[in-house]
Every structure is written in structure tokens, then in C-alpha cells.
């Protein structure tokens, strides 16, 4: 097995395990359920289909952080 993702939020996780066995691709989870693997020979087919269906949303936070800090010195 090779890593799909790792670090998710347990909303994305569960969003791509939902997925995943929808669509009958076995996977596995790993570090708490953050970490989801799956087959090497489906891991970038697998990544495409997930982005396809726009998941993992990424709800955490990200470059938006920025937007609210102040630089100046």
C-alpha cells in the first residue's frame, strides 16, 4: 500500500473513506484515521478520481491566515 493522504481533517477523511468505498477501493487508515492508504497501482488514479469529486476539501486553514495579519512594523 502507498499513502493517499495524510494529516486530513477527520471531516475530509470521512468524506474520502465515504468515497472509497463507494466506489469499492479498498483502503486503509492509519495515525488516528488522519492518514488514508490505498493499493500502490491505484494511488494516482485514485488521487484523480478524489480531486474529480473535489475531495479532500481542505477545511482547514490555509494562505487565508494571511489576510488577517497585520506585517507592519
Known amino acids: 500500500q502507498?499513502?493517499?493522504y495524510a494529516n486530513l481533517s477527520?471531516?475530509?477523511a470521512g468524506a474520502v473513506a465515504?468515497?472509497?468505498k463507494n466506489q469499492k477501493v479498498e483502503y486503509s487508515?492509519?495515525?488516528e484515521g488522519e492518514d488514508i492508504w490505498v493499493a500502490?497501482?491505484?494511488l494516482y488514479q485514485t488521487?484523480?478520481?478524489l480531486a474529480t469529486n473535489g475531495l479532500p476539501s481542505g477545511g482547514g486553514i490555509g494562505f487565508e491566515v494571511?489576510?488577517?495579519q497585520s506585517f507592519a512594523l
Open 10 to 12: 477527520m471531516n475530509d
Open 2 to 4: 502507498q499513502l493517499l
Open 29 to 31: 487508515l492509519r495515525h
Open 40 to 42: 500502490a497501482d491505484k
Open 18 to 20: 465515504d468515497w472509497l
Open 66 to 68: 494571511f489576510d488577517k
Open 47 to 49: 488521487r484523480l478520481d
